[in-house]
């Protein structure tokens, strides 16, 4: 029998991995760092689950980055936003 924390990550990796991915290639715009990141999040999620218990959306805590977190191995900051411009109105202040 598997125990409770590996079944829960063995479900996440095979539900989530892409997301988890793909969330990260948005965040680091680099695949290789994004699946780097995403394999360390996943080792992080072995042993603080083991010690906290399975969250109850575990691709959610996957894909949240905290200072002591999943993507802490990013070290980047998310790419700018851009605006599109004009719409908007300067408020008094």
Do not use: N, S
Not at 29 to 38: I, V
Not at 73 to 80: K, Q, Y
């Amino acid at each position: 029998m598997t125990p409770p924390v590996e079944a829960a990550v063995d479900r996440a990796f095979r539900e989530e991995w892409g997301q988890v991915v793909a969330t990260l290639i948005r965040w680091t715009g680099d695949w290789d760092l994004a699946e780097e990141c995403a394999q360390d999040a996943f080792a992080l999620a072995l042993r603080t689950w083991r010690r906290d218990g399975v969250p109850r959306r575990p691709g959610a805590w996957l894909t949240t980055p905290r200072a002591t977190g999943p993507w802490t191995c990013c070290a980047v900051r998310p790419p700018a936003r851009q605006t599109t411009g004009g719409g908007g109105r300067a408020r008094d202040g």
